[in-house]
């Protein structure tokens, strides 16, 4: 059984720094991504940082040059820097590792998610 667990968040003020961990255990065939999701209170789920089985890493425009996803070669650890936090920061933060499926010659996606960590950004 595929489970994904994050550490990490916490209470933080405004210009401080936190990092996320998510530790993957249990196999994951065909493993192509992994990727650092956050809702924040009203909002929806969106995509923060992924990074894929090529080494791209991609990042949402709100945390360029702030945020930096990292993982272990062994795709069991992923990890989100989080620099220059600001309140708009608050959110609970996701892990997802995504794999590829093949069914009749239809190619997809499965995903896994973690049950996330809470970051609170506040004076």
């Known amino acids: 059984q595929v489970k994904l667990v994050e550490s990490g968040g916490g209470l933080v003020q405004p210009g401080g720094s936190l990092k996320l961990s998510c530790a993957r255990s249990?196999?994951?065939?065909?493993?192509?991504?992994l990727a650092w999701y956050r809702q924040g209170p009203g909002k929806q789920r969106e995509l923060v940082a992924a990074?894929?089985?090529?080494?791209?890493?991609d990042y949402a425009d709100s945390v360029t040059g702030r945020f930096t996803i990292s993982r272990d070669s062994a795709w069991n650890m992923v990890y989100l820097q989080m620099n220059t936090l600001k309140p708009e920061d608050t959110a609970v933060y996701y892990c997802?590792?995504?794999?590829?499926?093949?069914?009749?010659?239809?190619?997809?996606?499965?995903?896994?998610w973690g049950q996330g960590t809470q970051v609170t950004v506040s004076s």
């Open positions: 990074i894929t089985s090529d080494v791209q890493s």
């Open positions: 249990g196999n994951i065939p065909d493993i192509y991504e």
């Open positions: 997802e590792a995504a794999a590829l499926t093949c069914n009749r010659g239809t190619y997809g996606r499965r995903e896994y």
